[in-house]
């Protein structure tokens, strides 16, 4: 008797990392939280949606350089090359953690859209000082400029930096700035549900990521590789 009470009803709000590389995230996310934003309205963050388009499209040749047999997805093995290749010291855990985090369909491949999420998260693990190296390895300015705008859009989002956008902050945030649309809410609501895919009421940066990569229509860009890749060599 007594003293079982209250075990089921942890508060909606705890959130239990799943893996330490989650754990990481969102002490990452916090601390580059704690520098602010750039970002100024959720407006701004529109628009910079086609130049993030034009960079994530770039990556694509860096995909393929990575997919050694050319079979559409990266493999841990092929993973684990890149990562040498790019002198990105993550550990044979942290990149276990990393490939099953982004590799969200589950079939043990990376696939692009999966690539340009898990780049991005190396972006903002490894500004870890103990992880400073990566930085200038990774050679691709473009993406990394990317990568920070994404970070700072997140900050923006996350108004209590606790690492996590809720459906409030997501709605403050669009409704600071479209005070004219009506419509505004239900755009807020609809974005948000886009993002939060295990529906638990929060969107992590890694949601947020995949999220980015749907609304600029790299997922539907699986299988017809070339269409684009003449025009631009990185
Ligand atoms: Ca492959
Ligand atoms: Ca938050
Ligand atoms: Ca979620």
């Given amino acids: 008797m007594g003293g079982v009470i209250g075990k089921g009803d942890a508060p909606k709000k705890a959130w239990v990392p799943e893996t330490k590389l989650e754990a990481k995230m969102v002490e990452a996310m916090q601390r580059r939280a704690s520098g602010g934003s750039k970002m100024k309205s959720f407006n701004s963050i529109l628009l910079k949606f086609p130049k993030i388009d034009k960079s994530f499209r770039k990556c694509k040749s860096i995909f393929e350089?990575?997919?050694e047999d050319s079979n559409h997805v990266i493999d841990k093995e092929e993973?684990?090359?890149?990562?040498?290749?790019?002198e990105i010291s993550f550990s044979d855990e942290e990149i276990n953690d990393l490939f099953e985090a982004c590799d969200i369909n589950d079939d043990m491949g990376i696939k692009f859209n999966e690539f340009i999420v898990l780049l991005c998260l190396v972006h903002l693990l490894k500004d870890d000082p103990t992880a400073q190296l990566a930085k200038s390895k990774m050679g691709m300015p473009d993406l990394e400029t990317t990568f920070e705008t994404l970070v700072d859009a997140f900050v923006f989002l996350d108004k209590n930096k606790d690492g996590h956008v809720s459906k409030s902050e997501m709605v403050d945030a669009i409704n600071e700035t479209a005070s004219g649309e009506r419509s505004s809410g239900q755009i807020a609501m609809k974005r948000f549900e886009e993002m939060d895919w295990d529906k638990n009421g929060m969107v992590n940066f890694k949601e947020f990521l995949f999220a980015f990569t749907r609304w600029v229509g790299i997922d539907e860009m699986?299988?017809?590789d070339n269409d684009e890749a003449g025009e631009e060599k990185v």
Avoid: V, W
């Fill in 65 to 67: 350089q990575f997919d």
């Fill in 79 to 86: 993973l684990r090359h890149c990562f040498n290749k790019l």
């Fill in 222 to 224: 699986d299988d017809e």
